[in-house]
């Protein structure tokens, strides 16, 4: 795949490099700041979704990049190993970050309310723990994933 004659994942992974570390900073703030979840709340779902989808053609273009090329070093294949990690997390955090959306009370003065209950009351902990746990494991995936294509192209 290419654009211009460029090929397309060096072109596309600029995206995921910059919503995956925000979709991540977002979801930690999101859960761990309930005072926030008003104003982030639909950031960070539209950061995940953004995130996760432009992770998704990241993969796709890389793995047409290595087919086409005939990329099959062990740098590559590292770089690979670590990005197909970071694509399940960031789909897990996607998808976490969506029931918080969902789930998760937010508070709010500018509606009127002191309180917005939880709609589901017995997701809130096990989400408060899980959404930070999922952020920052995409994080580190993010930083290995990116480590290893450094590598791989710069040596």
Known sequence: MEINGL?????????????????????????????????LRHPS???????????????????SLRDDRGLFTPAVETHELWAGRMLYSVWV???LVAVAWWALPHVTALAGRKDREARVGALVIPLTVL????????????????DAGAKAVWG
Do not use: D
Not at 10 to 31: C, K, N, R, T
């Open 7 to 39: 090929p397309l994942h060096p072109l596309v992974v600029h995206a995921a490099v910059i919503f995956v570390p925000l979709a991540a900073l977002a979801a930690l703030a999101y859960a761990l700041v309930p005072k926030w979840r008003w104003a």
């Open 45 to 63: 779902l539209a950061l995940a979704v953004v995130a996760a989808a432009s992770t998704q053609v990241a993969s796709l273009s890389g793995e």
């Open 93 to 95: 955090l996607a998808g």
């Open 131 to 146: 959404l930070p746990l999922a952020a920052l494991v995409t994080l580190f995936l993010a930083y290995k994933t990116g």
